[in-house]
């Protein structure tokens, strides 16, 4: 088999099993606190990948190092999936994986508004525009059909969720902290996970190891295997082998997996107007990267001159 072949099944792989991680988080918390799911996910998946680097002879970080990667394991990991873990408990997967895929928004509303990095351009507008009005959209369907109070909480700790990891990003962006990426993913993982831990039991979101049932431990396990690994290492080989433009492409696909595993899996209700809000906020989220892009490449070419 040809390793561009290879590349386009590790592309599929990662968007299919990455979606399809926001139905068996829903499935974790119903038998599980969302933020004790994250924690035991985080810790045993940051374990087994510092664990792996470290028998291959990887040096351990420095005290500042780690401290650094707790500072972006805050964003990327405790935030991000310690929020979007326990939101999933009030809202649905699919909801809450199109949330997620607004996070090049904040990252562009980030770089325009707090580091000057980029100005916003017409098709900035517009993407922006969309990808407000699709969730919009969704939001006024599911809404009728789900507690207000908790719905409400779910859609904030989504967005919470959702601008936590867009912060994550400008920082990697920045290359804050000198490890190797992966070593490093996992020691975000690790030390995340004892943050998400620690609020768990600070806010009650927790049960004794042994009143976990098994179906919430097989989600853990699907999780942690196919979610932060295998998925992972199909990323990692897409990037490799297919541009970064069409790698990308995954985010604006794990949605999609998530709204159809969710219905049918999870019986959670989809509807057209379901599914048009969800491709006008794709759309958005896709002319907010073009705009971006475009820029950079027209700066590119201005240099060069």
Request: proline share 3%; net charge positive.
């Amino acid at each position: 088999m040809q390793v561009k072949t290879k590349a386009y099944i590790a592309f599929a792989a990662t968007s299919i099993l990455w979606g399809s991680t926001w139905v068996m988080s829903k499935v974790g918390v119903k038998g599980l606190p969302g933020l004790q799911l994250s924690a035991i996910r985080q810790f045993i998946a940051g374990s087994l990948i510092v664990a792996f680097f470290l028998l291959r002879k990887q040096p351990m970080p420095s005290a500042k190092q780690v401290l650094q990667l707790t500072g972006v394991g805050f964003f990327t990991f405790f935030l991000s999936n310690g929020l979007s873990t326990w939101s999933v408990a009030y809202i649905s997967s699919g909801l809450a994986a199109l949330i997620a895929a607004l996070y090049p928004l904040f990252v562009v509303l980030l770089e325009l508004f707090i580091t000057k990095k980029n100005k916003p351009n017409a098709l900035t507008f517009v993407g922006l525009f969309l990808g407000i009005s699709g969730i919009v959209l969704v939001f006024y369907e599911d809404a009728s059909h789900h507690h207000a109070g908790n719905y409400v909480t779910g859609i904030l700790l989504c967005l919470m969720a959702t601008i936590g990891w867009s912060i994550g990003t400008v920082l990697l962006s920045k290359n804050v902290v000198k490890v190797q990426p992966q070593f490093g993913l996992g020691w975000q993982m690790l030390t995340a996970s004892v943050l998400i831990g620690l609020l768990s039991l600070l806010t009650g979101q927790h049960i004794p190891l042994q009143q976990i049932p098994l179906f919430s431990w097989l989600a853990l396990v699907y999780l942690i295997a196919v979610g932060s690994i295998i998925a992972y290492i199909a990323f990692l080989y897409t990037m490799k082998h297919l541009t970064p433009s069409v790698a990308a492409l995954y985010a604006y696909i794990n949605p999609i997996v998530a709204l159809l595993i969710g219905a049918v899996a999870l019986s959670e209700k989809l509807t057209v107007l379901n599914m048009v809000g969800s491709i006008i906020t794709l759309v958005g989220v896709y002319l907010v990267n073009k705009s971006v892009r475009f820029k950079k490449t027209m700066i590119a070419d201005a240099d060069a001159m």
